[in-house]
């Protein structure tokens, strides 16, 4: 009688499935948690490259990798020292070993200024990981922007140490290429800025502006906020650069100011090399020059302060939305708009009178203000 | 004749088993590279660029010393030259076709898996430049001056004494490149036994482009001809050599 | 007729296990002539394979001298071995090669011109019947296939002189048979046999001269039929028995005598009492086994260095 063979393969089918779900299992509802591991096998880089057998870039981009474990585990340590290395942590002798092996990848000196200067705050360390970045990669814009908020930032040389971080910014514009230096001159605003009161946020929304177009609702939006900053910077300025008890301007003024009444030794000490553009006055072969404010208005004297009528213009329609709205809504129920600032009233709505000339104007669906047209241009924002 | 023996071994070569495998295996890693460029916190795509290219070099020298340590010593130890040397063929054609066969065979490995490789990476999002065809050039003639090792030490020992010296002047032959580092620091007769024991050595770092063409810089083509030189002359040495013991040897 | 190949007082020695010096040829001489079918026979490791092989050119540093169709062999004599046909004892090819490019490609190195090599190729494939298995690789071959792409290589380039070492190994009977007549159609193609067997019927089925070497030399050489010639005459008779005669059932009685008796013994006795005279057919194998264990007792032993 014949007998069956063993069907093997009907077997490893099972089998096969058998395992594979048990290691797919590991997955199904494992809880996500961070890796972390402690670092093992630092070679210095001479040996590693040695050892590599000539696949360095690659082995060195695995070790990176399963660094990110270490990365983890330094959050909550904050310590990386390493036995037998003295000073040097383990994140130094690691990236120092993974440059060796890979000079011309960014994310190691990137990852490696985070690791030293952001987690354990050992910027010295920091800093050596991206000059050797800079020296292998010297027109690599992201490096020399990270080297630059390094030097700035962790090192405070806006502060203590301005000429060299001058020196520092010119050598940067002198590796860009001629479009990449506009990168430069954005990093020198912007580092400018932070040290100017009430314009922090100024390159935040110059960046906005570029990325809209002329004559659209967004770009009245950024540009007037951009107007705002800058008026509320020139009102602190001018408040402190005005003559003593002197004043320089007649309260309710709205005439130029006389260059005479300047507090020169308050001007300089505010602009010790040079009027920036976004000063509200400027100097050239004649002398001081008051601007206008950057909506194109005189500014104003009140008592001490001194006032923007443009910013105030703009301020009034954000104080008054919430009637504004109500208004609108009130319409909308009527069926039509209030014929003046009475009615207004009338329909319970208290309407403040707008500053420096301008009248209601109901015609819109939304109460809107009619200013009158500004004695000088604007300023030019873009 | 050369190339009579050259066509015939460049067939059995690419139809062996170990052949297709290891290109397989080539294939299945490669794919699994770009898991590793995901995971990678940036740049990923250059990160799995590199792993393909380290990859393909890799297999690329193990293949060649799994085939040229064997290529003469099996026929020997098979005895399937005997009907090829029993013919009008003087033994140093033999051996020259057999590796010009063989060298043929690993250079169509190299393209298949430079193809499959970088294919892979470009299409899943990798940026590729010219420079990479080079490196894979490079890549060709380390393998091809293994492969010439191989064959040179299988004609003084077995296929796998040979093999393990083979690999083992694989790892010499790159750290030979950061000698002069290493050895900076030892007394003067001692550099000069290092350096006169790195001369016997094959130094692979000549071929080594791969990391430099991935970030898209180039190679001057005074240094593309100087590491053509190399392999030429480091492989015509050996081949000289496996065909002067192989004339005395009995089979 | 000339010699095509010629032993003359040819050494041969190597270094065996543990470096110790191995003599596998002294003093070897012998000659194939051109046209015959030389068989060559010997005990296992007597030398027969070392002398083939050497003049298949995969040994060398031997003494003494072989000649290659009147050529000396030295190192540059390559272009001698366009000539001959060569299948080595127990044969290994390549395993991913198919037998129509394989056989191609072995016709090509013999120096074939490529217009002529594949009717060479169906030629030898339709004699062994390879003609369905062109296209498979050897990888799947069994031993007696193996066997049969030997022989197929080794006459597919039309060679001169056919050097075949243990040429019936593994073959079944049929495939013994299909084989000798291969061989006998190259001879009658012009070629010159040489070859090796342990299967003495075979030798004496298909050759003319015989060479015998034990232990690297050779003991014996000559014409098969001279051979065959020394077995002893028989002289059958009736009626009174000469002295020595053995009687048989019948009444008769039989004689054995040698040539040179013969005369004084047929005078002797009545020509009415002669039945017949007949010679002995001599079994080759036995007279193998007592040649071999004569030049043993002889004490003809291989020559180990102290």
């Given at each position: 009688m014949h007998r069956a063979g063993i069907a093997y393969w009907p077997i490893v089918i099972i089998l096969g499935a058998g395992i594979l779900g048990w290691n797919a299992s590991h997955f199904v509802g494992a809880v996500q948690q961070p890796r972390t591991k402690n670092l093992d096998f630092l070679p210095p880089p001479v040996v590693a490259q040695a050892l590599a057998c000539g696949q360095g870039t690659a082995l060195a981009k695995l070790r990176w990798i399963d660094s990110f474990a270490y990365t983890q585990l330094q959050f909550d340590r904050q310590d990386d020292r390493v036995a037998g290395?003295?000073?040097?942590?383990g994140f130094e002798r690691l990236y120092d070993t993974l440059i060796t092996l890979d000079p011309a990848f960014v994310p190691f000196y990137e990852h490696g200024v985070v690791n030293t200067s952001g987690v354990l705050k050992h910027h010295q360390a920091a800093l050596s990981i991206i000059m050797r970045g800079l020296d292998a990669r010297p027109h690599d814009t992201g490096l020399w922007r990270l080297a630059s908020a390094m030097l700035a930032v962790q090192f405070d040389w806006a502060k203590r140490n301005p000429a060299n971080l001058d020196r520092w910014l010119n050598a940067w514009a002198a590796a860009e290429s001629e479009d990449g230096r506009q990168a430069v001159l954005d990093w020198r605003r912007g580092l400018a800025f932070t040290h100017v009161e009430g314009l922090e946020t100024l390159p935040y929304w110059i960046e906005q502006l570029r990325g809209t177009r002329p004559g659209t609702a967004m770009a009245d939006f950024v540009e007037g906020t951009v107007r705002e900053l800058l008026a509320q910077h020139g009102c602190a300025v001018l408040k402190r650069i005005a003559g003593g008890s002197q004043g320089w301007l007649p309260s309710g003024s709205l005439l130029p100011w006389a260059p005479?009444?300047?507090d020169v030794r308050a001007a300089a000490a505010e602009w010790p090399r040079s009027v920036p553009a976004w000063a509200p006055v400027m100097r050239d072969a004649s002398g001081w020059q008051l601007r206008a404010d950057p909506f194109g208005w005189p500014w104003i004297r009140r008592g001490a302060e001194v006032v923007s009528p443009g910013a105030d213009q703009r301020r009034f329609l954000k104080q008054t939305f919430g009637q504004r709205s109500q208004i609108q809504g009130e319409a909308d129920q009527r069926g039509r708009a209030p014929a003046d600032l009475a009615e207004a009233r009338a329909w319970g709505v208290e309407l403040p009178v707008p500053p420096h000339g301008g009248h209601w104007d109901f015609s819109q669906h939304l109460p809107d203000v009619a200013w009158p047209d500004p004695p000088s241009q604007p300023w030019q924002l873009r | 004749m050369i190339l009579i023996v050259a066509g015939a071994t460049c067939r059995e070569a690419v139809r062996s088993r170990a052949f297709l495998g290891l290109l397989l295996i080539f294939a299945v890693t490669a794919l699994l590279t770009r898991v590793v460029g995901w995971v990678s916190a940036t740049d990923g795509n250059i990160v799995a660029l590199d792993l393909v290219m380290s990859l393909q070099s890799v297999i690329g020298v193990l293949v060649a010393v799994a085939t040229g340590t064997v290529l003469v010593q099996s026929e020997i130890q098979q005895k399937t030259l005997y009907t090829v040397l029993s013919r009008p063929l003087p033994r140093w054609r033999f051996v020259i076709g057999k590796y010009l066969g063989l060298a043929a065979a690993l250079i169509a490995g190299q393209l298949a898996m430079a193809v499959i490789g970088l294919a892979w990476v470009w299409i899943t999002g990798a940026s590729l430049n010219p420079w990479l065809l080079l490196a894979v050039g490079m890549t060709c003639l380390e393998v091809l001056v293994m492969a010439a090792v191989g064959i040179c030490l299988s004609m003084l020992a077995g296929p796998l004494l040979s093999a393990v010296l083979c690999l083992a002047v694989y790892a010499l032959g790159h750290a030979v490149a950061t000698l002069p580092q290493l050895i900076d620091h030892l007394e003067s007769w001692k550099r000069t036994l290092a350096v006169a024991a790195a001369?016997?050595?094959?130094?692979?770092g000549y071929f080594t482009f791969r990391g430099q063409a991935i970030h898209g810089h180039g190679m001057t083509a005074t240094d593309a001809a100087v590491s053509l030189g190399y392999a030429a002359l480091w492989i015509a040495l050996l081949l000289v050599v496996s065909i002067a013991v192989f004339r005395r040897k009995q089979l | 007729m000339s010699d095509l190949l010629e032993f003359s007082s040819v050494s041969y020695s190597y270094r065996g296990d543990w470096l110790n010096l191995v003599h596998a040829l002294t003093e070897v001489s012998f000659s194939v002539p051109q046209g015959c079918a030389y068989g060559f026979l010997g005990a296992n490791g007597a030398g027969k394979s070392t002398s083939i092989r050497l003049v298949a050119g995969l040994l060398h540093g031997h003494r003494g001298t072989i000649r290659l169709f009147g050529q000396e062999l030295s190192g540059e004599d390559h272009r001698l071995r366009a000539r001959i046909g060569y299948l080595p004892e127990q044969p290994y090819f390549y395993d991913n090669l198919a037998v129509g490019e394989y056989l191609a490609w072995l016709a090509q190195l013999s120096g074939m011109t490529v217009a002529r090599i594949p009717a060479a190729v169906d030629r030898v494939c339709q004699l062994l019947d390879l003609g369905d298995l062109k296209?498979?690789?050897?990888?799947?071959?069994?031993k007696g296939m193996r066997q049969r792409f030997g022989l197929a290589q080794a006459i597919v380039h039309e060679p001169d002189l056919l050097i075949l070492d243990e040429p019936f190994s593994g073959l079944d009977p049929l495939w013994r048979a299909r084989f000798k007549e291969v061989m006998s159609l190259e001879r009658k193609r012009g070629a010159t046999l040489c070859f090796s067997s342990h299967i003495l019927g075979d030798v004496e089925e298909l050759c003319d001269r015989y060479g015998v070497i034990d232990h690297g030399r050779v003991l014996e050489q000559g014409r098969l039929a001279d051979l065959l010639g020394q077995a002893p005459l028989e002289l059958t008779g009736s009626g009174e028995a000469p002295p020595g005669a053995i009687a048989g059932a019948d009444g008769t009685w039989s004689l054995r005598i040698a040539d040179g008796e013969r005369e004084r013994i047929l005078a002797a006795l009545p020509a009415e009492r002669i039945l017949r005279l007949e010679r002995q057919k001599i079994a080759l194998e036995d007279w193998f086994v007592q040649r071999i264990k004569g030049s043993h007792h002889a004490g003809v032993k291989l020559g180990v260095a102290s």
């Open positions: 290395e003295g000073e040097r942590g005479p009444q300047l | 001369a016997l050595i094959p130094n692979l | 296209k498979r690789s050897l990888r799947s071959f069994s």
